[in-house]
């Protein structure tokens, strides 16, 4: 091995090591102040103690996610107990799942940027990754049994594999994805439609150099002319395409049978989880981006450049800033947990913000706008196909969704991330920081200001 490879080792280990020092202190702390079972955790690990005990016929009908997370925490942990002859069902090792899970999203990570950047310096790579490591929402629910981190530990591996070009194997882990969390099904769509759409441009020799919305056109008139003028061609593309997206079309049509057999999208307690039409989720998650990614989104030169966008498209400018007005003011879908639920951040935010009044509300407007354009501005290093599939999953994983629960943007805000130049240290310091003072602060709140709601006895705390 040679040096260069060797320092790269040691940086790589030395880094993980501290992280996993520090989270692994944090989850001993997170236990000791709540070692009982709290929130969704009420529902989440009785199922899995009943797996456990080989009982796989009952299932609480308040939960509303597939059981991915139990079958593999039972897969790992039955087979341990039985040799280790220990009692591991209980919820201090359940919760170590997500640990181990993290631990595995680390290397994902830092796999994915040395793969999507290859340009970057060592350093750079390892703080982006020691960065996305602690990304506050995932981070929060690895000291919890909750299903967000082993989610997003098959999102990145699907991905993974996606870029290495091993579709199928892709696909398995896609499945994965989708037994932690339904909406997964639209980022194994994202792969299989990059996957099918790349092929296509191959066999038809389209360019993808041109604008998106100029891409689109072409790509439409091209593809819905090859079975009419050009049948030979049009049956070569979809036998490649079935020969490289096989799994997903699979996963697919699982799912689809998935949907009919359960007459719905959630497993369980489906009058609280109907899908809807909340155009409103695509504002906040731009708002949520502006927030968390500040450091590559806003700059004074990025504002002055957007400033001077407005003013020459202005009227561009106006009409999206008067259908925002229009979804804030009349299409906003409002959830009765985020009216009556403290225990959620969301609730606040909701209370004090977003859901004040109408005036405060579409004060904000400015602030989206700015962040969608900068996003797009950020992602002009990407392909057209990549931008166009990315925004349209996007929408979809975030629109159908009523309740305002951050962690429905987990999935979209790390692929964006992972997607992005980092272009300086400071950058990169500014994200670190943010994250370190988000994760500080939500921690210190749960663990030092539990509450009581009324004529009632057991602890209420503050998370996500």
């Known amino acids: 091995m040679m040096w260069r490879e060797k320092e790269q080792v040691l940086m790589f280990t030395f880094t993980f090591v501290i992280y996993a020092v520090c989270t692994i202190i944090l989850f001993n702390i997170m236990y000791r102040t709540q070692p009982t079972p709290y929130m969704d955790e009420i529902f989440h690990i009785p199922q899995t103690q009943s797996y456990c005990k080989g009982n796989f016929t009952k299932w609480d009908p308040k939960i509303t996610t597939p059981p991915g997370l139990y079958l593999s925490t039972v897969g790992v942990l039955v087979p341990l107990a039985q040799w ?13 799942t997500n640990v181990f899970f993290v631990f595995g999203n680390f290397y994902l990570l830092y796999c994915l940027l040395l793969n999507l950047h290859p340009q970057i310096s060592e350093s ?13 929402l995932t981070y929060f629910f690895v000291f919890l049994y909750y299903t967000d981190v082993g989610n997003l530990f098959f999102f990145l591996l699907m991905y993974t594999f996606h870029l290495q070009g091993q579709d199928l194997v892709a696909a398995l882990f896609g499945v994965m994805a989708v037994f932690f969390r339904q909406t997964s099904i639209i980022w194994v769509f994202f792969m299989a439609a990059e996957s099918s759409v790349y092929i296509t441009m191959k066999r038809t020799k389209l360019e993808k ?17 090859l079975p009419v003028h050009h049948k030979k061609q049009f049956v070569n593309v979809l036998i490649d ?33 109907v899908l809807c039409f909340n155009v409103s989720q695509v504002c906040y998650f731009l708002g949520f981006v502006l927030v968390f990614c500040s450091p590559f989104l806003l700059s004074p030169g990025k504002v002055k450049k957007f400033i001077s966008f407005c003013i020459k498209e202005w009227v561009l400018t106006a009409a999206v800033t008067a259908v925002m007005i229009l979804v804030l003011e009349y299409l906003v879908q409002i959830h009765p947990y985020l009216l009556a639920d403290n225990r959620h951040l969301t609730f606040y935010v909701w209370q004090r913000f977003l859901g004040r009044n109408s005036l405060l509300s579409c004060a904000f407007i400015p602030v989206y706008i700015f962040s969608g354009w900068t996003v ?8 057209s196909v990549w931008q166009l599939l990315y925004i349209l999953c996007l929408v979809l994983s975030v629109v159908p969704q009523k309740l305002l629960e951050f962690r429905y943007f987990i999935i979209p805000y790390v692929l964006f991330r992972l997607n992005i130049q980092v272009n300086s240290y400071i950058q990169l310091f500014l994200e670190f920081s943010i994250y370190v003072f988000v994760n500080a602060f939500t921690l210190v709140l ?19």
């Open 84 to 96: 280790l002859g220990w009692e591991v069902c209980e919820v201090y090792f359940l919760r170590l």
């Open 124 to 136: 750079k790579l390892l703080l982006s990754c020691l960065n996305l490591s602690i990304f506050p």
């Open 209 to 225: 150099k041109s604008s998106s919305l100029q891409f689109l056109k072409k790509f439409i008139s091209t593809t819905a002319a």
């Open 241 to 273: 395409i079935l020969d490289t997206c096989g799994g997903y079309l699979l996963t697919a049509v699982g799912f689809i049978v998935f949907l009919y057999r359960n007459k719905g999208f959630a497993l369980g307690d489906k009058d609280a989880h």
């Open 376 to 383: 797009l501005q950020t992602l002009q290093h990407k392909d």
């Open 446 to 464: 749960f663990l030092n200001k539990p509450f009581y709601w009324e004529g009632q006895s057991e602890i209420q705390r503050i998370m996500w």
